[in-house]
């Protein structure tokens, strides 16, 4: 019986979904942000409000860095989520370790980001509020910032932090065991079928000379042909 997870299902069923839909998200995000870097750039507008109105974008030279920047890591996000997805549909053990270490370095910067998130939080609040506020005047996003350094939102911001790691983190441990399997399985397909006779041990003349050493056994008169009479 296979490996499972979440008690009944297979490992490989649940890298199918992972992938597979990190593929989805990642795309749609590269996508997005493409989408909008062109169309600020040609000067187009974005998209329309609700008043039929044309929203255009006019961004800073590093706002646009940070935009194709993003706009990459995504791509390759895509593209390493999709060779996970066929990974596991051909079972290949090095396309799916490429994804479960996509995952791992995602996991990484996410608690990285976190520990970021909550040093700041703990260390300044006043300087979190005004990070928050971001020189917005909407005083619903002023009275939200002023909230969050209340007790209960303390709680709420540290469970909302910590949920998403654990739903990483059991991904990639998923992803992880999936391509420790399929390395196993294939480490015993060699075994089973690779051959494992001696290896080739090279003849030299010290072993097997060539000529014979020594006086030759048919110099002598009475051991050579017609040397012995009747």
């Excluded at 299902?9 to 839909?21: A, E, H, K, T, Y």
């Excluded at 600020?40 to 800073?60: C, L, T, W, Y």
């Excluded at 895509?78 to 396309?95: N, Q, V």
């Excluded at 060539?210 to 040397?227: C, E, I, K, R, V």
Aim: proline share 4%.
């Amino acid at each position: 019986m296979g490996a499972k997870y979440l008690c009944c299902l297979p490992l490989r069923l649940g890298v199918l979904v992972i992938s597979f839909i990190q593929f989805i998200a990642s795309a749609l995000v590269s996508g997005l942000l493409a989408f909008v870097l062109v169309r600020e750039a040609q000067g187009r507008p974005i998209f329309e409000n609700k008043d039929n109105e044309q929203v255009f974008f006019h961004f800073s030279s590093r706002t646009k860095i940070v935009g194709i920047i993003l706009a990459s890591v995504y791509g390759l996000s895509a593209l390493i989520s999709f060779t996970g997805f066929i990974g596991a549909i051909r079972k290949k053990a090095s396309y799916v370790r490429v994804f479960a270490s996509l995952l791992q370095g995602a996991l990484a910067a996410q608690i990285i980001l976190m520990i970021a998130y909550f040093v700041l939080y703990f260390a300044d609040k006043d300087e979190f509020k005004k990070v928050c506020i971001n020189n917005s005047t909407n005083q619903a996003v002023i009275d939200n910032c002023n909230d969050l350094t209340r007790p209960k939102s303390i709680w709420a911001l540290i469970v909302s932090a910590i949920i998403p790691i654990l739903f990483q983190a059991y991904g990639v441990y998923i992803v992880s065991s999936y391509a420790k399997k399929l390395r196993n399985e294939q480490f015993l397909h060699q075994e089973s079928f690779g051959f494992k006779g001696p290896g080739y041990v090279p003849v030299s003349e010290e072993s097997h000379p060539l000529t014979h050493q020594g006086p030759y056994p048919y110099a002598d008169n009475s051991h050579s042909f017609g040397g012995q009479r009747v």
